[in-house]
């Protein structure tokens, strides 16, 4: 169990992370989202009790990292960059971190086999491949066999084997009732791994839920319809909640009705249908959507991947990256200035 | 909080271990005898030592009838062949900064921070084991290098012994100060975290701060400041007759490792405070 308050990262007068607070459980694998600089890696920085944070705190299973007697057995983690030594050959490394807990040499070729690092152990790391480092940092983070699992970016320079491999893993050590923290900005491989998920932006919190229910709240779904008698069905699909559009003859988008209700009302009127197909949106647009405008680093000219609203919190919403300030959230000139610019 | 009711129970291990001194010094143990960058440091600066008292004891020697006896009375049987410290210095410097900057280069400080997140307990011990292992092989290189120049010299009647007034001393304070200019670079490396920011400024202390002090002799002030700079206050030990009047040789290698005590205390004040 992660538990963050109010934790706040600035360096000089940069912010971030701002004021995130979330809660990560045991037993499910829990995805965390965001692009790049969005704060992902600070944030566990900071669970680590690597950085301080500005205000705010954080602990693991109720008490601060630094407090633990033990930590390698409360936490296990792989930091963004391969922190290890080049000079120093794989097993040697699990050695050395090893001996601070008391932790047995048997252990260190256990996790070496689990890993698959065993041809390599005594080479140095400095020769390693990126994906045979991203293995022994998962190694160093099973050593203490460890209640709460941190994987900054585990995936990154795996090859598909070596995704796979990590994937049940994590699923596994999450079943087995530990809890499990991944970073990513991959988020077609969270939607894989993830149970439940922490998105952020900006160093600040845009979603803590399950991936079903983010994809479902970022957009709704919406279903392609092509029919002959487009006009007909188009009239016959109208209501206060629907909204149907077309751009290619003969093919409807239809939105606020299931493909099942659409089936129905044509087969009812005796409309032929050559393709009745629902969409949702992949978690991949599903993010795009909600962090359009959270994306720190943007090449010049580039609109924002949100389309008309983007949710900056659970449950509230406010326009951003729309001309219109009528949506009444914002009434602050300035802001509907500068989208009116952008 | 139905959501935590229904996760499976977490499992349960036990686990006995903890993090205490003993064991993260067996670790840092374990680091430092498995880098060869470390042991290569080490042969270096034996080798020089070893080589650059050969080669002054054997050219005094063959030299030595040939001299006039002015320049004879000037040769130091002790001093000579112990030139070698300025090169074993440079080793010894390099390694005690490496100790802890190769770990800040390479991010591997990240790993051994969240091991062991109290932070100075790493620092101890890398100070710890360094210091034994730089004393250990400094302080043998040092009687080695003695022992092989005085064989060298008895063939021509110069040889001293340990019991001769101030060699054991000098000898023996040859591995101390070494020890010492190690751990001012361990104690640098923590502080600047850079590798070659460190050896920079290991050496601009060492080896550049005296040559700028040479400019305060053609002042009253060069007394006042010269014999405290560190590592002229340091290197009397090494001394057979005292160099300046103002610095003994024991009261001189304290103050030398003052400063190394205050620069690790501040490289203890920073590890604490500041974000890995």
Redesign the interface.
């Known amino acids: 169990m992660i538990e963050a308050r109010s934790l706040t990262k600035r360096y000089g007068d940069k912010t971030a992370v701002s004021d995130l607070s979330f809660t990560v459980?045991?037993?499910?694998v829990t995805g965390f989202l965001g692009p790049n600089g969005a704060g992902k890696s600070t944030t566990m920085?900071m669970i680590?009790?690597?950085?301080?944070p500005t205000s705010g705190s954080v602990t693991v299973n109720g008490k601060a990292?630094?407090e633990?007697?033990?930590?390698?057995?409360e936490?296990g983690?792989l930091?963004e960059?391969?922190?290890?030594?080049?000079?120093?050959?794989a097993y040697?490394?699990l050695?050395?971190?090893a001996?601070?807990?008391?932790?047995e040499r048997s252990r260190v070729d256990e996790v070496i086999d689990l890993v698959g690092l065993r041809d390599v152990a005594k080479k140095r790391a400095g020769g390693f491949s990126l994906g045979m480092g991203q293995r022994l940092g998962i190694a160093?983070a099973l050593l203490?066999?460890p209640?709460t699992l941190i994987l900054d970016e585990p995936v990154n320079g795996l090859d598909p084997e070596g995704i796979l491999w990590i994937r049940n893993l994590l699923k596994d050590l999450a079943?087995?009732?530990?809890t499990v923290f991944v970073s990513s900005h991959l988020m077609s491989e969270m939607a894989l791994t993830a149970e439940h998920l922490i998105v952020i932006g900006q160093g600040k919190l845009i979603a803590d839920t399950s991936v079903a229910e983010f994809i479902s709240r970022a957009s709704t779904g919406s279903v392609k319809v092509r029919t002959p008698d487009a006009a007909k069905l188009r009239e016959l699909l109208a209501g206060p909640d629907v909204t149907v559009s077309s751009s290619v003859e003969g093919t409807l988008q239809v939105q606020g009705l299931t493909s099942d209700r659409i089936g129905t009302i044509a087969a009812e009127n005796r409309i032929t249908l050559f393709e009745l197909a629902p969409h949702e949106a992949s978690l991949e647009e599903a993010f795009m959507e909600l962090t359009g405008d959270a994306v720190e680093y943007r090449a010049p000219g580039q609109k924002s991947a949100g389309s008309a609203e983007s949710a900056e919190t659970v449950g509230s919403t406010e326009p951003a990256g729309s001309t219109k300030p009528a949506g009444g959230a914002s009434d602050d000139p300035t802001t509907t200035d500068v989208e009116v610019n952008a | 909080m139905t959501?935590?009711a229904?996760?499976?129970?977490?499992?349960v291990?036990v686990?006995?271990?903890?993090?205490?001194q003993a064991?993260?010094i067996?670790?840092?143990w374990?680091?430092f005898r498995?880098?060869?960058?470390s042991r290569w440091s080490l042969v270096a600066g034996v080798g020089a030592m070893i080589a650059i008292a050969l080669l002054f004891s054997l050219a005094m020697k063959s030299h030595y009838p040939h001299m006039s006896a002015a320049r004879q009375r000037e040769v130091d049987p002790v001093a000579d062949p112990m030139r070698g410290v300025f090169l074993g210095q440079l080793a010894i410097g390099v390694l005690g900064v490496m100790m802890i900057t190769?770990?800040y280069t390479?991010?591997?400080?990240?790993?051994s921070?969240?091991?062991?997140?109290?932070r100075l307990p790493v620092l101890w011990a890398k100070a710890l084991v360094f210091t034994v292992v730089a004393w250990t092989v400094m302080t043998i290189t040092a009687f080695v290098c003695f022992f092989l120049a005085q064989s060298i010299f008895s063939s021509i009647h110069l040889n001293k012994t340990l019991s001769d007034p101030g060699v054991l001393r000098a000898v023996f304070g040859e591995g101390l100060y070494l020890t010492v200019v190690g751990l001012l670079g361990v104690a640098l490396g923590a502080i600047i975290r850079s590798t070659a920011g460190a050896i920079a400024a290991l050496f601009g202390i060492l080896l550049v701060l005296p040559v700028l002090g040479e400019v305060l002799n053609l002042t009253s002030w060069g007394d006042h400041v010269n014999p405290y700079l560190p590592s002229n206050a340091g290197q009397q030990i090494m001394a057979l007759t005292t160099t300046s009047p103002d610095m003994k040789p024991w009261p001189g290698f304290l103050l030398f490792l003052g400063y190394a005590v205050v620069a690790m205390a501040a490289a203890a004040f920073l590890l604490k405070k500041r974000?890995?």
């Open positions: 459980r045991p037993g499910v920085r680590l009790g690597l950085d301080r990292y630094a633990h007697s033990a930590p390698l057995h936490v983690a930091l960059a391969k922190a290890i030594h080049t000079g120093r050959t040697n490394h050695l050395a971190l001996a601070t807990t008391g932790i160093s203490g066999d209640d079943s087995e009732g530990r | 959501a935590v229904q996760a499976p129970a977490a499992p291990r686990h006995t271990g903890k993090v205490t064991r993260v067996k670790s840092e374990i680091k498995t880098l060869r960058s190769g770990e390479t991010g591997m400080i990240r790993a921070l969240a091991a062991a997140p109290k974000d890995a």
